[in-house]
């Protein structure tokens, strides 16, 4: 219940405790012993997106605040995505190679994956450095914190309303526009739209779990789809802009005709639900919600 609204609280103390909650789980896991190096790097992230989504939500109610609170977590999340990269393509190597096992000799492709491990521990580094970004998010962490109980909210639940539906209407446009120009740039915008959405609904669904719990994972599952993309989409960049690194065209070739082909798949697959889950227009889609949130 902790991302989720308390139907017995008021808006503003569910603003409240929701974002203090997150704030002190991305303090301790970007703190942790027990978890990675990378998987301290994803959690902060994830956090900073829900929190994001959180502010998006109550946005109409408090714009001066949000347009600070969101540049600030937009801004510490973007200095961890180098790392976060570099981490995520060999991943994404691994997965294409297990898919198309049956059709490409993974042995004779393992000097790419070889080259990417190098890569990334290029990047990311061995060394105590590379604990800066975290040790600066930690700091980031403890000044927003000071700030939230000062979130006022006008008129919260009309607020919740429009910020919902705002979100809503930039995801269903930035689909529109990604199926007419499929680039990777508007294809991960409109995954940050859903991303948005999907965590609003999660947020409001104990108004009407049986309806809004099986929306939120529909909206799951095509950011996670959009998200496979997007992987592919950097892997490939990749290849193809450190060329000299990776030498070998012939292997090269094989593995941008693989990215390729599971890329296609998965933007069909997206395209075919993102029409379900944005079939109502912004207004009804605001209408329909509103008759849940009382």
Known sequence: MSFRIKLTRSWEDNLWRIAHD???????????????HGE????????????????????PGFPDIYHLENSALRDAAKKLS??????VLGECYDKLMIEFREEVDVTAMAPIRRKLTLRRNALVGESAG???????????????????NEWAVTNPRESVLQGAAK????????????RQDSTKEHLHEWRKR???????????????????????????????????DHD???????????????????RRRVLIGLIDRKRSMLQAESFKLGEEVYSLRPKSFKNWLSAMIR
């Open 22 to 36: 997150q704030l002190v789980k991305a303090a301790r896991e970007a703190n942790s012993k027990e978890l990675s």
């Open 40 to 59: 301290r790097i994803h959690q902060a992230r994830k956090r900073c997106e829900k929190l994001r989504a959180l502010l998006r939500l109550f946005r």
């Open 82 to 87: 180098r790392v976060r990269d570099a981490d």
């Open 130 to 148: 590379r604990d800066a970004p975290l040790a600066c998010f930690s700091e980031f962490l403890r000044g927003i914190t000071g700030r939230v």
């Open 167 to 178: 979100t809503y209407r930039c995801g269903r446009k930035a689909m529109q526009t990604a």
């Open 194 to 228: 859903v991303k948005y959405t999907r965590f609003q609904l999660k947020i409001l669904s104990t108004a009407w779990p049986v309806v809004l719990h099986p929306l939120r994972s529909q909206y799951k599952l095509l950011s996670e789809l959009l998200g496979d």
């Open 232 to 250: 592919l989409a950097v892997l490939r960049q990749t290849l193809l802009d450190d060329a000299e690194e990776f030498q070998d065209n012939n």
